[in-house]
């Protein structure tokens, strides 16, 4: 994928659209500017993060490729070039309906609340809320966080669980926020917080990265199974045909489990393909998690 750097501009800037300003249909942008912009997370890991020469990669990113090459052929522009964006779980959603990224194959929570704001294209993969502990650390459940500091990134859907499952179930933890997941990870690396609640295989990546990853420990069952999709703009039915119509050749020709091979069954970072995902490779769905 060629790729050129969008030069960094305040967020302020960044969010503020003009009164009444519309942002056209996507492939009509694209071809204004002979450009797509692509948001990619730093700390996603393995779906979107910066690799070792600074660039982004990851399974999220390498599917992200194959849109470009849908949208090149659809548009017969094969010298369509390629901006990228950093995102956060903040500001993803803003900067995506204003026009300055055009799609993010990431690690965003398909759920019913975002679809009101973003359109998702189909759901490429399936998570549940956990927590990374110190590896000498007492805590193996949720039960077992009474009294304890629980981190999550702000923003996030995992963000909402642990409030909601604290409250419903009196768990008794103080919960903080953390602008991205790596600063959640290091809390708990420099023992600021005693867990950090988020996506498992996140955590699991997370975990694979950390200088001694043996120091870190995944816990707890899973709690409230989640999928992962392409984020784009609602109401753009041609630029959504296109990203689905990608997904769906992947998933048909079984390169998407080549994929999965590579991100997720490393010498570094090794997760079973869940049955979720199993069935979701064999009968593509969009169905939305609560809320």
């Given at each position: 994928?060629?790729?050129?750097?969008?030069?960094?501009?305040?967020?302020?800037?960044?969010?503020?659209?003009?009164?009444?300003?519309?942002?056209?249909?996507?492939?009509?942008?694209?071809?204004?500017?002979?450009?797509?912009?692509?948001?990619?997370?730093?700390?996603?890991?393995?779906?979107?993060?910066?690799?070792?020469?600074?660039?982004p990669?990851?399974?999220g990113?390498?599917?992200?490729?194959?849109?470009?090459?849908?949208?090149?052929?659809?548009?017969?522009?094969?010298?369509?070039?390629?901006?990228?964006?950093?995102?956060?779980?903040?500001?993803r959603?803003?900067?995506?309906?204003?026009?300055?990224?055009?799609i993010?194959?990431g690690?965003?929570?398909?759920?019913?609340?975002?679809?009101?704001?973003?359109?998702?294209?189909?759901?490429?993969?399936?998570?549940?809320?956990?927590?990374?502990?110190?590896?000498e650390?007492?805590?193996?459940?949720?039960?077992?966080?009474?009294?304890?500091?629980?981190?999550?990134?702000?923003?996030?859907?995992?963000?909402?669980?642990?409030?909601?499952?604290?409250?419903?179930?009196?768990?008794?933890?103080?919960?903080?926020?953390?602008?991205?997941?790596?600063?959640?990870?290091?809390?708990v690396?420099?023992?600021?917080?005693?867990?950090?609640?988020?996506?498992?295989?996140l955590l699991?990546?997370?975990?694979?990265?950390?200088?001694?990853?043996?120091?870190?420990?995944?816990?707890?069952?899973?709690?409230?199974?989640?999928?992962?999709?392409?984020?784009?703009?609602?109401?753009?039915?041609?630029?959504?045909?296109?990203?689905?119509?990608?997904?769906?050749e992947?998933?048909?020709?079984?390169?998407?489990?080549?994929?999965?091979?590579?991100?997720?069954?490393?010498?570094?970072?090794?997760?079973?393909?869940?049955?979720?995902?199993?069935?979701?490779?064999?009968?593509?769905?969009?169905?939305?998690?609560?809320?």
């Open positions: 994928m060629r790729r050129s750097i969008l030069i960094a501009l305040p967020l302020s800037l960044l969010l503020a659209l003009p009164a009444g300003a519309q942002v056209p249909p996507t492939l009509d942008k694209i071809k204004a500017n002979g450009s797509i912009a692509i948001a990619y997370r730093e700390s996603s890991i393995p779906f979107s993060y910066l690799g070792g020469e600074g660039q990669v990851g399974f990113w390498e599917i992200c490729g194959k849109v470009v090459d849908q949208v090149r052929k659809t548009l017969g522009r094969p010298d369509l070039k390629v901006t990228t964006q950093a995102v956060t779980s903040q500001n959603i803003p900067l995506l309906q204003n026009g300055t990224i055009d993010e194959c690690s965003t929570t398909n759920n019913s609340e975002r679809g009101k704001q973003v359109a998702f294209a189909i759901n490429y993969f399936y998570t549940g809320t956990r927590l990374l502990v110190r590896a650390s007492p805590i193996k459940t949720f039960a077992d966080l009474k009294g304890r500091k629980v981190v999550s990134t702000t923003g996030t859907t995992n963000y909402q669980v642990l409030r909601r499952l604290n409250a419903e179930q009196n768990l008794g933890f103080e919960l903080m926020s953390a602008k991205d997941h790596a600063e959640s990870a290091l809390l690396q420099q023992q600021r917080a005693d867990a950090f609640g988020m996506d498992d295989i699991y990546g997370l975990r694979a990265r950390a200088q001694n990853p043996a120091e870190l420990a995944v816990v707890g069952e899973a709690v409230q199974v989640e999928p992962y999709a392409i984020m784009l703009r609602r109401d753009d039915a041609p630029f959504e045909r296109i990203v689905n119509r990608t997904l769906n992947l998933f048909q020709s079984g390169d998407i489990r080549r994929y999965y091979a590579k991100w997720f069954a490393t010498k570094d970072l090794t997760v079973p393909m869940s049955q979720y995902l199993k069935e979701a490779f064999s009968v593509p769905n969009t169905h939305p998690a609560w809320p």
